[in-house]
Nanobody, 119 residues
Framework: QVQLVESGGGLVQAGGSLRLSCAAS????????MGWFRQAPGKEREFVAA????????YYANSVKGRFTISRDKAKNTMYLQMNSLKPEDTAVYYC????????????WGQGTQVTVSS
């Protein structure tokens, strides 16, 4: 089992930056791929980024490629999402997730953290 807790969300102006963190607990944390998903009001949850268990491979949605960077620190059991050049359309609840699929790790979920980008 893996427990996930997100932090770092907030309100930022367009063009600004935020860094989300996801603290994981559970003995098998390092065995799973991890990722970020987001859900805007009235929309379905969508994939944002993922990173393999080794950290060597990363995957991004086209909408965030070049602006967001996913990383993980196994020693700290923590995953990060650095978000730069934020746009109002990035506004959503961001969820941390872990799982077996390296491109869509969605077996375990955090509770979510709100990111709001003002224009």
């Amino acid at each position: 089992q893996v427990q996930l807790v997100e932090s770092g969300g907030g309100l930022v102006q367009a063009g600004g930056s935020l860094r989300l963190s996801c603290a994981a607990s559970g003995r098998t944390f390092s065995n799973y791929a991890m990722g970020w998903f987001r859900q805007a009001p009235g929309k379905e949850r969508e994939f944002v980024a993922a990173i393999t268990w080794s950290g060597r491979s990363t995957y991004y949605a086209n909408s965030v490629k070049g602006r967001f960077t996913i990383s993980r620190d196994k020693a700290k059991n923590t995953m990060y999402l650095q978000m730069n050049s934020l746009k109002p359309e990035d506004t959503a609840v961001y969820y941390c997730a872990a799982g077996n699929s390296p491109t869509r790790p969605d077996d375990y979920w955090g509770q979510g953290t709100q990111v709001t980008v003002s224009s």
